[in-house]
């Protein structure tokens, strides 16, 4: 098992299941995990009844265009969404410390996933779900737990993990570049 695991770390994610955002339907809200890996893609399954999606969303890094792989479900935003989307847009370029100034204000956090914050790709708290979505899922532990698959050949807590919402903005310096 050990063996499998530690294969499934060094392969790179299969880059072919996931789909680029789309411009025009940004700001969007998913609510799942940022994958990195094989490993990643297979303890961190959501359920298809639950209609997951694989999502490219690329985002300025240095001086070079990136991506990131997001395996989630998409949320239909409250109007909290693009007020916030905007705020961030006015505030560019945008640093951790004003970043969670922003979402303070606004009562909203990102303590436990400001990791994943790059230009473009804004990480909130599950906690503050109810706030950002429309959706009725409950954001306590054991039921976003509920939702994912269980793979029997990896380790009980393999994918204890804690999901994540993530507002997918256009990237600022990515698409003055294409103006």
């Known amino acids: 098992m050990i063996d499998t695991i530690t294969k499934l770390f060094d392969q790179p994610i299969t880059k072919s299941r996931y789909l680029p955002t789309v411009s025009s339907c940004l700001p969007e809200l998913i609510m799942g995990f940022m994958m990195k890996n094989r490993y990643d893609e297979r303890r961190l399954r959501i359920k298809k009844i639950l209609k997951p999606v694989n999502i490219t969303h690329e985002y300025r890094d240095d001086e070079q265009m990136s991506r990131v792989h997001i395996h989630g479900v998409r949320l239909e ?3 909290t969404i693009t ?38 790709v804004y990480p ?41 919402i993530f507002m997918l903005c256009p990237s600022f310096i990515g698409s003055a570049q294409y103006k």
Not at 135 to 156: A, C, G, I, T, V
């Open 77 to 79: 935003p409250s109007t």
């Open 83 to 120: 007020h916030l989307c905007e705020t961030i847009n006015r505030a560019k370029p945008i640093t951790v410390e004003s970043y969670k100034n922003i979402l303070k204000y606004n009562r909203l956090s990102c303590d436990s996933c400001s990791q994943h914050l790059r230009d473009g």
């Open 124 to 164: 909130v708290d599950i906690k503050c779900l109810p706030k950002l979505s429309r959706n009725r899922y409950k954001s306590d532990f054991l039921y976003l737990r509920s939702m994912l698959e269980h793979d029997e050949e990896l380790p009980w807590f393999s994918s204890w993990t804690e999901f994540n």
